[in-house]
């Protein structure tokens, strides 16, 4: 099992940065990548941005390109979500999920709420 907690929310003015925190514990060497989603409200969840664990190659959704940035710290088990220009449309619950693969997560953070103000 890979225990996923997420965090680093909160209410910004549009323009504004975040840095979202995803510490990882348990069996992470059974994962390959890691990766955010949100889900705004009324809508589906939708992918953000992923990461492997090595090689450390990273794939974003077009909606972030050039906004966001994923990284990670091997040592602590950590990725994170850089924010910048964060947009009102950009307002969700942030999830955090490890997976097998760059396509396939089984395990999920418990969400951190981004509100972005116009």
């Known amino acids: 099992q890979v225990q996923l907690v997420d965090s680093g929310g909160g209410l910004v003015q549009a323009g504004a940065s975040l840095r979202l925190s995803c510490a990882a514990s348990?069996?992470?060497?059974?994962?390959?990548?890691m990766a955010w989603f949100r889900q705004a409200s009324g809508k589906e969840r939708e992918f953000v941005a992923a990461?492997?664990?090595?090689?450390?190659?990273?794939y974003y959704a077009d909606s972030v390109k050039g906004r966001f940035t994923i990284s990670k710290d091997n040592a602590k088990k950590t990725v994170y979500l850089q924010m910048n220009s964060l947009k009102p449309e950009d307002t969700a619950i942030y999830y955090c999920?490890?997976?097998?693969?760059?396509?396939?997560?089984?395990?999920w953070g418990q969400g951190t709420q981004v509100t972005v103000s116009s």
């Open positions: 348990g069996r992470t060497s059974s994962t390959y990548a």
């Open positions: 990461i492997r664990w090595s090689g450390g190659s990273t």
């Open positions: 999920a490890a997976g097998r693969s760059t396509s396939t997560y089984d395990y």
